[in-house]
């Protein structure tokens, strides 16, 4: 699925809107740093993404690609690609 080994990898797979303040995005990617793949969903409440995926003691992905996840999710949320 994934190709490059060396770099985090985000893609959005799907979101939805529940209401006017949440929103829910599913997401694939690689984590480079532990070599694994992963999938999962981050939740926006007020502009701000929070989940498993990217929680400091939940995540099993390393601090540099929850980071990285973070960055790019909010990067989109911002151009308003989930409108």
């Known amino acids: 699925m994934m190709c490059e080994k060396n770099h985090h990898i985000l893609s959005v797979i799907d979101f ?9 995005v599913k997401v694939v990617g690689y984590d480079a740093n532990f070599k694994i793949e992963f999938n999962g969903e981050i939740k926006f409440l007020n ?10 003691q ?25 409108n």
């Not at 939805?16 to 829910?24: E, G, P, S, V």
């Not at 929850?66 to 990067?75: A, D, G, K, S």
């Open 16 to 24: 939805m809107h529940t209401d006017n303040k949440t929103l829910f």
């Open 58 to 82: 939940r995540s099993i992905l390393s601090p540099d690609c929850r980071q990285y996840i973070r960055e790019n999710l909010l990067n989109k949320y911002s151009e308003g690609n989930f």
């Open 47 to 56: 502009g701000m993404p929070f989940g498993d995926l990217i929680h400091g």
